[in-house]
């Protein structure tokens, strides 16, 4: 039977509060639902103010209008990500500077931000990148002592933390994803998280198209008005219904994946000849985003996709290094980002869901893992 690289895990009360919201009559958001999730965020990881969004991508745009990036503003992020970290900063203007990545992980490397600093730059975004912890407590003070926001693009990082700390809740803001490949779904969803106060109304007006709606619809104005920039960030009510329904079961489904997870780096601890398995530092949690390995170089990663294809079971690579992509290669100030391109190049990540839970689909992965380095090895001895 084909094992796909993920299939999005049902608790089984999706439709029950899909059809409670129906039955209210307010399916156009920030009803019961919405603000059930809100309030489950806010009490559990102690964040300031949450606000559901229709993205992790939204949520990102959302954090650069309200930290005023305007044109030519610097804006200092790991080159290893998804186009919309870098993208929602892009939409104003910005120049972006990329960092590398650590040698040890994917995060970026925490030692090169302060050397990228200029009187322009105005951000720091870090990338926590499936879902392992950058040193926090490291870029903070940086952002602090140089007065920058510091941003958590945190996509894959739900009930992740740093030291004991919720990831999330040290930036300025925070940024999450529910998309279908995350620990959390709603199909196509994501929250914004502010941890300073004073950029909570601002949030809400922005989210609501640069309008007083939600003031005036809570009583505080007498007047509907457009006062700011801003866009359509509201999910509906029945994306929040589907979400609740993933989140009473939070804690079972971090448990299940970290078992896979761990099922996973036993099964592959005999390759480490032949592959990176996973790092996590001293100060990281590991919330089971994601199992990835890294090969020692493209030709190998790739000729490993394509075997464990042959077999049925769907493995791929992830981000090509932004400084790289058509769109920016020739915006990049040309810095060699070394650890960037190699994972780039030899990353590889294998299928990970709830319904993996037949261990020997896990043990299949790696010894058709391990057959194929194993023939790798006659063949380049001959």
Same mark, same amino acid.
């Given at each position: 039977?084909?094992?796909?690289?993920?299939?999005?895990?049902?608790?089984?009360?999706?439709?029950?509060?899909?059809?409670?919201?129906?039955? =209210?009559?307010?399916?156009?958001?920030?009803?019961?639902?919405? %603000?059930?999730?809100?309030?489950? #965020?806010?009490?559990?990881?102690?964040?300031?103010?949450?606000?559901?969004?229709?993205?992790?991508?939204?949520?990102?745009?959302?954090? =650069?209008?309200?930290?005023?990036?305007?044109?030519?503003?610097?804006?200092?992020?790991?080159?290893?990500?998804?186009?919309?970290?870098?993208?929602?900063?892009?939409?104003?203007?910005?120049?972006?500077?990329?960092?590398?990545?650590?040698?040890?992980?994917?995060?970026?490397?925490?030692?090169?931000?302060?050397?990228?600093?200029?009187?322009?730059?105005?951000?720091?975004?870090?990338?926590?990148?499936?879902?392992?912890?950058?040193?926090?407590?490291?870029?903070?003070?940086?952002?602090?002592?140089?007065?920058?926001?510091?941003?958590?693009?945190?996509?894959?990082?739900?009930?992740?933390?740093?030291?004991?700390?919720?990831?999330?809740?040290?930036?300025?803001?925070?940024?999450?994803?529910?998309?279908?490949?995350?620990?959390?779904?709603?199909?196509?969803?994501?929250?914004?998280?502010?941890?300073?106060? %004073?950029?909570?109304?601002?949030?809400?007006?922005?989210?609501?198209?640069?309008?007083?709606?939600?003031?005036?619809?809570?009583?505080?104005?007498?007047?509907?008005?457009?006062?700011?920039?801003?866009? =359509? #960030?509201?999910?509906?009510?029945?994306?929040?219904?589907?979400?609740?329904?993933?989140?009473?079961?939070?804690?079972?489904?971090?448990?299940?994946?970290?078992?896979?997870?761990?099922?996973?780096?036993?099964?592959?601890?005999?390759?480490? =000849?032949?592959?990176?398995?996973?790092?996590?530092?001293?100060?990281?949690?590991?919330?089971?985003?994601?199992?990835?390995?890294?090969?020692?170089? %493209?030709?190998?990663?790739?000729?490993?996709?394509?075997?464990?294809?042959?077999?049925?079971?769907?493995?791929?690579?992830?981000?090509?290094?932004?400084?790289?992509?058509?769109?920016?290669?020739?915006?990049?100030?040309?810095?060699?980002?070394?650890?960037?391109?190699?994972?780039?190049?030899?990353?590889?990540?294998?299928?990970?869901?709830?319904?993996?839970?037949?261990?020997?689909?896990?043990?299949?992965?790696?010894?058709?893992?391990?057959?194929?380095?194993?023939?790798?090895?006659?063949?380049?001895?001959?």
């Amino acid at each position: 039977m084909p094992i796909p690289f993920n299939k999005p895990y049902l608790t089984g009360k999706e439709l029950l509060y899909i059809q409670e919201a129906l039955s =209210s009559g307010k399916i156009s958001g920030d009803g019961i639902f919405s %603000k059930k999730c809100q309030s489950y #965020f806010e009490k559990k990881y102690d964040y300031k103010k949450v606000l559901l969004t229709t993205s992790c991508t939204d949520a990102l745009e959302m954090a =650069s209008i309200l930290a005023d990036i305007k044109e030519g503003d610097e804006v200092i992020m790991p080159s290893y990500t998804f186009v919309s970290t870098a993208n929602a900063f892009i939409l104003r203007g910005a120049k972006i500077i990329f960092a590398d990545s650590r040698k040890d992980n994917p995060c970026i490397d925490e030692t090169q931000i302060e050397s990228l600093i200029t009187s322009k730059t105005k951000a720091i975004v870090v990338v926590h990148y499936a879902g392992i912890a950058c040193d926090m407590d490291y870029i903070k003070n940086i952002s602090a002592k140089y007065n920058l926001f510091l941003i958590e693009d945190a996509a894959q990082a739900i009930d992740s933390y740093y030291n004991n700390k919720p990831l999330g809740s040290f930036g300025h803001f925070a940024t999450f994803s529910f998309h279908e490949t995350k620990n959390i779904t709603c199909g196509e969803g994501g929250m914004l998280v502010i941890n300073d106060e %004073k950029y909570i109304e601002r949030a809400e007006i922005i989210r609501e198209k640069g309008t007083n709606r939600t003031q005036f619809l809570n009583g505080f104005t007498d007047k509907y008005n457009w006062i700011d920039v801003g866009s =359509s #960030f509201l999910p509906s009510e029945i994306t929040a219904a589907f979400l609740w329904a993933q989140l009473e079961s939070l804690e079972e489904i971090q448990q299940k994946r970290i078992h896979i997870w761990d099922k996973y780096y036993s099964a592959f601890s005999h390759l480490n =000849s032949f592959v990176d398995l996973p790092v996590l530092p001293a100060y990281a949690t590991n919330n089971a985003n994601s199992f990835y390995i890294t090969t020692q170089n %493209k030709y190998t990663r790739d000729a490993l996709i394509s075997h464990l294809k042959s077999m049925e079971v769907s493995a791929t690579f992830h981000y090509i290094s932004l400084h790289q992509s058509p769109y920016f290669h020739l915006k990049h100030d040309g810095r060699v980002l070394k650890e960037a391109e190699r994972y780039t190049n030899c990353l590889l990540r294998l299928p990970l869901y709830i319904g993996l839970t037949d261990e020997t689909n896990i043990e299949l992965i790696a010894e058709e893992t391990g057959l194929f380095f194993s023939n790798l090895v006659v063949s380049n001895e001959k």
